[in-house]
Nanobody, 125 residues
Framework: VQLQASGGGSVQAGGSLRLSCVAS????????VGWFRQAPGKEREFVAA????????YYAESAKGRFTISRDDVKNTVYPQMNSLKPSDTGAYYC???????????????????WGRGTLVTVSS
């Protein structure tokens, strides 16, 4: 599985960004694609995830109501639409693929096997 993330940039607080993760080689709907972020000096944290079938999505509490994750099955791309951005959303964003994740494990970065390179999001106040 290969993943390529893009779409990062600099925005002011309250603005929006849509990231993209193009995934290739995912063999079945038993996979999920998740997004994580890492701010300087902090641990990587879960943002959102969607099953490869697109049937289920999961969000961190900090993302609920502001972010929407979706999947385009033609383009094999997962998009987190991020609205009402805050300075605390600043960080490097990574997409990752995991296999046979259950609800309680979708937020655990250790359960994801394949990772793409990060894309940087900077939100200024």
């Amino acid at each position: 599985v290969q993943l390529q993330a893009s779409g990062g940039g600099s925005v002011q607080a309250g603005g929006s960004l849509r990231l993209s993760c193009v995934a290739s080689g995912i063999p079945s709907d038993s996979y999920a694609v998740g997004w994580f972020r890492q701010a300087p000096g902090k641990e990587r944290e879960f943002v959102a995830a969607v099953t490869w079938s697109g049937s289920k999505s999961y969000y961190a509490e900090s993302a609920k109501g502001r972010f929407t994750i979706s999947r385009d099955d033609v383009k094999n791309t997962v998009y987190p639409q991020m609205n009402s951005l805050k300075p605390s959303d600043t960080g490097a964003y990574y997409c990752a693929a995991g296999y046979r994740l259950i609800t309680s494990s979708t937020s655990d970065p250790g359960r994801y096997v394949d990772w793409g390179r990060g894309t940087l999001v900077t939100v200024s106040s």
